[in-house]
């Protein structure tokens, strides 16, 4: 990329400085909620540092990507078949064969997908894998319940996603307004989603699902965008990368201060009700290997997701939410003033 566009400068970024703690409480202060992944701050926070020494004004991030212009097209045979397209649903399958997406042994959970997915919850408890809300995010589901919330709304298996159902669920899961203006708060950078403009989303939702697995290729309807714009080493890259590769780096060096937070939200009633913190104390110790075998996203989701809304919510009643942003003090005349 670096070298077909002489605008482009290649920069590397380490995640070194600011503790975990310290780079949440200063998101959490600017954007009046628990960051939803703090686990990917850190390197958030390096990269918006980064390039605002630099000089960089304006950043671009594609963050909506994966429901907008790139989305990969994985339910289109599901779709197609729910709505009593068999042929279309075959057409659909043979291509996803032949590009090597899909398998014959695929074929009865495409089947599952459009008629009953709930009946994958069994498959994926037998084969160990977990998609069910309360994995990725640690809340209770008694206590879900209790207080109105449907936790089965945010199941990523049922109702399967369509790429309409994912932009809406993104849309509905995300203060964006304050997501983007934390960076111009803390870094002076003008951060702005280009996969995430409305006409970009109503433009690819009006696009048939079933374009973006054209010919058996996922996210074909960028891919086909692309082609003479990216190399095709980039263009046709299929493997996926580890969002936050360096998180069990992060846990080990992080742990006794995730275990500190843990302890005391377990001395507030409600954050106890509202997760297994118990549970969360256990899995905080566990060792990589068994971290990585229970699945990578569902443990680092489930644990640091929960130590951002319970830390939130115990800073907001011992009064030092915003502690980061604004600091009280009193003159000797009795004139408070507000240090920004």
Not at 141 to 157: Q, V
Request: some cysteine; overall charge positive; glycine content about 6%.
């Amino acid at each position: 990329m670096a070298l077909q566009f002489r605008n482009i400068v290649h920069t590397c970024v380490s995640t070194g400085g600011a503790s975990l703690f310290a780079t949440l409480d200063r998101y959490t202060d600017v954007e009046a909620a628990p960051p939803f992944n703090p686990h990917h701050l850190q390197w958030i926070d390096a990269t918006y540092s980064a390039a605002a020494a630099t000089g960089v004004t304006t950043l671009l991030t594609g963050s909506m990507g994966n429901t907008t212009i790139s989305a990969t097209g994985n339910f289109a045979t599901a779709d197609a078949l729910q709505h009593g397209r068999f042929i279309k649903a075959a057409m659909l399958f043979a291509a996803a064969r032949a590009s090597g997406v899909r398998k014959l042994r695929h074929i009865p959970g495409a089947l599952l997908a459009a008629y009953a997915p709930r009946a994958l919850d069994l498959v994926d408890h037998v084969r160990r894998v977990r998609f069910n809300a309360e994995e990725f995010t640690g809340i209770r589901p008694e206590f879900a319940k209790t207080n109105g919330i449907d936790l089965a709304r945010w199941d990523r298996r049922l109702p399967f996603r369509t790429a309409t159902e994912q932009a809406q669920d993104a849309i509905d899961r995300f203060d964006f307004g304050m997501f983007h203006e934390s960076p111009r708060r803390l870094c002076g950078l003008n951060a702005t989603d280009p996969t995430f403009d409305r006409r970009v989303v109503e433009l690819t939702l009006s696009i048939p699902l079933e374009q973006f697995s054209s010919k058996g290729v996922p996210r074909a309807l960028i891919r086909t965008a692309m082609e003479g714009r990216l190399p095709d080493v980039v263009r046709l890259e299929r493997r996926r990368g580890l969002q936050s590769a360096d998180f069990l780096t992060m846990l080990e060096r992080e742990r006794s201060s995730i275990a500190d937070e843990l302890a005391r939200m377990r001395d507030v009633d409600l954050l106890c009700r509202a997760f297994d913190i118990p549970l969360l104390q256990q899995r905080l110790h566990w060792p990589a290997r068994q971290a990585i075998a229970y699945g990578w996203y569902q443990y680092s989701n489930r644990l640091m997701r929960a130590v951002s809304a319970g830390r939130f919510i115990r800073r907001m009643l011992d009064g030092s939410l915003f502690s980061t942003i604004a600091a009280k003090t009193q003159d000797q005349a009795g004139t408070v003033h507000i240090r920004m």
